[in-house]
T-cell receptor, first 113, second 118 residues
Framework: GESVGLHLPTLSVQEGDNSIINCAYS??????FIWYKQESGKGPQFIID?????DKRQGQRVTVLLNKTVKHLSLQIAATQPGDSAVYFC????????????FGTGTRLKVLA | EAQVTQNPRYLITVTGKKLTVTCSQN?????MSWYRQDPGLGLRQIYY???????DKGDVPEGYKVSRKEKRNFPLILESPSPNQTSLYFC?????????????????FGPGTRLTVL
């Protein structure tokens, strides 16, 4: 499949353990944040999003935490499975005035059997 | 099936030869966007469109054009491609869910177009 990044930071996690992927965002005016998953040879796939009026949001096996004070976002994956192996991107944007989005460079998650 | 389609999936061309990459979505989404993805740089937004006849520049619009004549289509045009436009391109579409509710603008991405400019 196509390479999405040659020197991405990599997180290796044992199958069944929890994973935490971190992201720092840059724009204090951003009020909307999204996590995407990209498998080899495919387009990014939406995982979960959060608005800035929330600190935490949970989905199925995933939780996003937002710390606006230090401009930090994290994605927690519970009971990591082999199918979770992929590159994960965070993105920041705004909910009014523009549909511009800034994406992080990504983290590669490797799930060890 | 709800989807975003792109054509072609792979293209090798030469410098200066105009090309168009098509993007179509069948979800009646207002918002569409084009991104390029390069190793080490992540996804960078080229152009976006908030609705028919409404487009705006993203972070890397130089050398690209777009048009939004119909809601479902958002073609990316390279009038005079150069080797630095060799990249993996993604189209995306989404709904604007407004101010209420936890979600806002989750984007659905196409499968990508691998472009090589010689």
């Amino acid at each position: 499949g196509e390479s999405v990044g040659l020197h991405l930071p990599t997180l290796s996690v044992q199958e069944g353990d929890n994973s935490i992927i971190n992201c720092a965002y840059s724009n204090s005016a951003s009020d909307y944040f999204i996590w995407y998953k990209q498998e080899s040879g495919k387009g990014p796939q939406f995982i979960i999003d959060i608005r800035s009026n929330m600190d935490k949001r949970q989905g199925q096996r995933v939780t996003v935490l937002l710390n606006k004070t230090v401009k930090h976002l994290s994605l927690q994956i519970a009971a990591t499975q082999p199918g979770d192996s992929a590159v994960y991107f965070c993105a920041e944007g705004r909910t009014f005035g523009t549909y511009k989005y800034i994406f992080g460079t990504g983290t590669r998650l490797k799930v060890l059997a | 099936e709800a989807q975003v389609t792109q054509n072609p999936r792979y293209l090798i061309t030469v410098t200066g030869k105009k090309l168009t990459v098509t993007c179509s979505q069948n979800m009646n989404h207002e918002y569409m966007s084009w991104y390029r993805q390069d190793p080490g740089l992540g996804l960078r937004q080229i152009y976006y469109s908030m609705n028919v006849e409404v487009t705006d520049k993203g972070d890397v619009p130089e050398g690209y054009k777009v048009s939004r004549k119909e809601k479902r289509n958002f073609p990316l045009i390279l009038e005079s491609p150069s080797p630095n436009q060799t990249s993996l391109y993604f189209c995306a579409s989404s709904l604007d869910r407004g101010r209420a509710g936890p979600s806002y603008n989750e984007q659905f991405f196409g499968p990508g177009t691998r472009l090589t400019v010689l």
